[in-house]
Each structure stands twice: as structure tokens, then as C-alpha cells.
């Protein structure tokens, strides 16, 4: 009993000093940009306690539902419709040899294009609507997913392929209980790169061509010189792209629990 007792103290206090370690920093910046903000006279550096209170006031409020839900609503639809395209697609493509050769030069050349440069053909094509926005992203997020999938099945032990044969393991089963599994590492760092190419794709969209969501609101700002405005945006874009890649390490780590598992067992052989 006392030795179970001391290994969950012993794991809380891991947990605690690895807290302690991530935010001291941060905590640490956000305290002297307090009090450093607060003394100065700086028109396009406010205090920082105005930001915060003008966070409040232009975010906790109804602007949350008629700007940033419909903003985050075309950033997960993208995302995951560029998700299941480049799972997809990465899969036959590193399994079929013709399509491969066929697919690559064009996967490459299209990732090359920069996402801003499509904007003005997705306005002529889509409009200024939730679609264009939408397109956009799936677009420039798909080629992230679909490159790792395509490496990570392409590195699968060959192995692996021998035993199922042996084992008249169908195809089906082959590709969700083998396959897949063992290029997960690389797939679910695909996905965490193509969530961050949409989140800034969403806001580059936005500022480009909408009349609403978070990134119109932050750049109106901007031009019209409300600075406090313009910084409480751009506070709130950093509370949610720290929120997702949390949330996604967090399902990465519960996903890959195996992996992690074994990695540890042989660190510390």
C-alpha cells in the first residue's frame, strides 16, 4: 500500500515539476509585459490590462457566435476534409506503383503554390463566401497529411506485409490493423503540420477576402487604428492556436499510447 503511495506522489510530483518547467516562462514574459505596458506611453503598445479588458468585451461576447464559430466551423470543416483526402490518397498512392509515378509530380508541384496566390482564383471560382474559405484551407492543409501518409507506408517494415500473407490476413484488415497502425507516427505528425497550415490559412483568407470572422475583425483594426482592437485579436489567435495543438498532442498521446510505450521500454533498456 505505502508503495503505491509513493509512486503516485512520485508521479504527481513529475507532473507538477514538468507544469512548472512548460509555464514559467510564459508567466514570467506575461509579467513583465504587465507591469512594463502599464508604465509606458506607447499609442501602438497598450497596457496590457486594456488589451485583456477589450478582450473580454469584443470576444466574450455575441462577436463569439457571429465571428469566431463561423471562423473555426470553415477551419474544421477544411481540415478535415483535407484530412481524409490526404489519408486517402497517401495510401493508394504509396501502395499502387503507377499511381505513384503518375500522382507525385503533380502532389509537388501543386504544394509548391503558395496559398495566398489562389485566393483571388477561389473569389472568381467560389465568391467571398464560406466555401471559397473553406476550399482554401482543405487545399493547403491536404498536401502535409498526404506526404507523411505516403512516407509513413512506404517505411512500414516489409515484414509486416510477409506475416499477413502467412496469416491470409484480408486486405480490409490489412490496411486498418496493420498498415495504418504502423505508419501512425508519421500520419499523426502530418495532421498536427496540416491543422497549423489551416489555422493560418483561415486567418490569411479572412483578412484577404470576408467581411467577417477573427482575422477581418483584427486587420479592420488595424487600418483604422484601433490598436487595442488589433492587439485583443491578435491575443485571442494565440489562445486558440495554443487550445488546438494541445488538444492535439493530447489525442496524439492517447492515439499513440503504444508507441510512446515501447519508445520508453527501450530507452530504458
Known amino acids: ?26 508567466v514570467l514574459i506575461v509579467v513583465l509585459w504587465w507591469f512594463a505596458s ?21 470576444w466574450l461576447s455575441e462577436r463569439f457566435f457571429t465571428d469566431v464559430v463561423p471562423s473555426l466551423r470553415n477551419m474544421l470543416v477544411g481540415y478535415a476534409f483535407s484530412c481524409l483526402v490526404g489519408v486517402g490518397m497517401g495510401v493508394v498512392v504509396a501502395q499502387v506503383r503507377v499511381v505513384r509515378h503518375a500522382v507525385e509530380p503533380l502532389v509537388h508541384f501543386l504544394r509548391s503554390i ?24 482543405a487545399f493547403s492543409a491536404v498536401f502535409s497529411t498526404l506526404i507523411a501518409t505516403l512516407d509513413g507506408v512506404r517505411a512500414a517494415d516489409p515484414l509486416l506485409g510477409e ?18 497502425p504502423a505508419a501512425a507516427p508519421q500520419i499523426l505528425g502530418g495532421l498536427q503540420v496540416s491543422l497549423q497550415i489551416a489555422f493560418v490559412v483561415m486567418i490569411t483568407s479572412e483578412m484577404l477576402a470576408s467581411t467577417e470572422g477573427i482575422g477581418y475583425l483584427t486587420i479592420l483594426a488595424q487600418q ?32 499513440l499510447r503504444w508507441h510512446i510505450g515501447m519508445r520508453a521500454q527501450a530507452t530504458t533498456r
Open 224 to 255: 483604422t487604428f484601433a490598436i487595442t482592437d488589433m492587439w485583443a485579436g491578435m491575443l485571442l489567435l494565440g489562445v486558440l492556436g495554443y487550445l488546438f495543438n494541445l488538444l492535439f498532442t493530447l489525442a496524439e498521446r492517447r492515439v
Open 114 to 137: 503558395p496559398p495566398v496566390a489562389l485566393v483571388p482564383l477561389a473569389i472568381l471560382v467560389l465568391g467571398f463566401g464560406a466555401d471559397m474559405k473553406m476550399v482554401i484551407i
Open 38 to 58: 502599464a508604465r509606458a506611453d506607447l499609442v501602438f503598445y497598450p497596457p496590457l490590462a486594456e488589451i485583456v479588458q477589450r478582450f473580454g468585451e469584443q
Open 1 to 26: 500500500m505505502r508503495s503505491v503511495r509513493r509512486s503516485e506522489s512520485s508521479a504527481l510530483t513529475r507532473r507538477l515539476r514538468s507544469v512548472a518547467i512548460e509555464f514559467w516562462l510564459p
Open 163 to 180: 506475416v499477413t500473407k502467412v496469416y491470409r490476413i484480408s486486405g480490409r484488415d490489412r490496411l486498418f490493423k496493420v498498415t495504418l
